[in-house]
């Protein structure tokens, strides 16, 4: 069975930092693309940022230049290193791995007080 863990979520204050892990297990293969999406409460899901496996990035808007999203290599971890973080930033943060079909992670909560 196929599982997306993530863990390093947490409480921090505006202007600090958290990083996220996710590391996939129970697969054969590896993600074409790897990433992480996020989820504020009454809000959509949205795309923070992806990585390729030759090693391309995208990130949204909201997070370039703070955020850093590595990994996503044969080993089907991925990392996301958060800095300068804002309230807005609050939401659960999931990991999201592509192939044939996309697989999630749990979540993991991230909240940024003012």
């Known amino acids: 069975q196929v599982q997306l863990v993530e863990s390093g979520g947490g409480l921090v204050q505006a202007g600090g930092s958290l990083r996220l892990s996710c590391r996939a297990s129970?697969?054969?293969?590896?993600?074409?693309?790897m990433g992480w999406f996020r989820q504020a409460p009454g809000k959509q899901r949205e795309l923070v940022a992806t990585?390729?496996?030759?090693?391309?990035?995208n990130y949204a808007e909201s997070v370039k230049g703070r955020f850093t999203i590595s990994g996503g290599n044969a080993r089907n971890i991925v990392y996301l290193q958060m800095n300068s973080l804002k309230p807005e930033d609050t939401a659960v943060y999931y990991c999201?791995?592509?192939?044939?079909?996309?697989?999630w992670g749990q979540g993991t909560q991230v909240t940024v007080s003012s």
């Open positions: 999201y791995g592509g192939k044939t079909i996309p697989y």
């Open positions: 129970g697969i054969s293969f590896s993600f074409n693309v």
């Open positions: 990585i390729s496996s030759s090693g391309s990035t």
